[in-house]
């Protein structure tokens, strides 16, 4: 499976932004999909992930709450949905698929696309 985030942008703390990943591949609806973000010389953090029915979502606890994570399998994507948005949730947003299970960390991924850009300005 192929993955390309979008949906990034400049937005003012308080503001709201939906990110989308869009897969390629037939196989799409088989995964668990996780989104991650990353900051300059930080390690990619664990944001959200859901299965492949979408009957089960798992969260950060930093952004619980705040971000829901949903798919539409029919458009072979999936999408974060971030509301209440803060300066701390800056950072580039990468999607990616579950080995296995829904874990916390990237090793638990693969299929790692282009990020996207997502700036909460204060």
């Known amino acids: 499976v192929q993955l390309q985030a979008s949906g990034g942008g400049l937005v003012q703390a308080g503001g709201s932004l939906r990110l989308s990943c869009a897969a390629s591949g037939r196989t799409f609806s088989s995964y668990g999909m996780g989104w991650f973000r990353q900051t300059p010389g930080k390690e990619r953090e664990f944001v959200a992930a859901?299965?492949?029915?979408?009957?089960?979502?798992h969260y950060a606890d930093s952004v619980k709450g705040r971000f829901t994570i949903s798919r539409d399998n029919a458009k072979s994507t999936v999408y974060l949905q971030m509301n209440s948005l803060k300066p701390e949730d800056t950072a580039v947003y990468y999607c990616?698929?579950?080995?296995?299970?829904?874990?916390?960390?990237?090793?638990?991924?693969w299929g790692w696309g282009q990020g996207t850009l997502v700036t909460v300005s204060s």
């Open positions: 990616a698929a579950a080995r296995y299970n829904l874990g916390s960390t990237s090793q638990a991924y």
């Open positions: 859901i299965s492949w029915s979408g009957g089960r979502t």
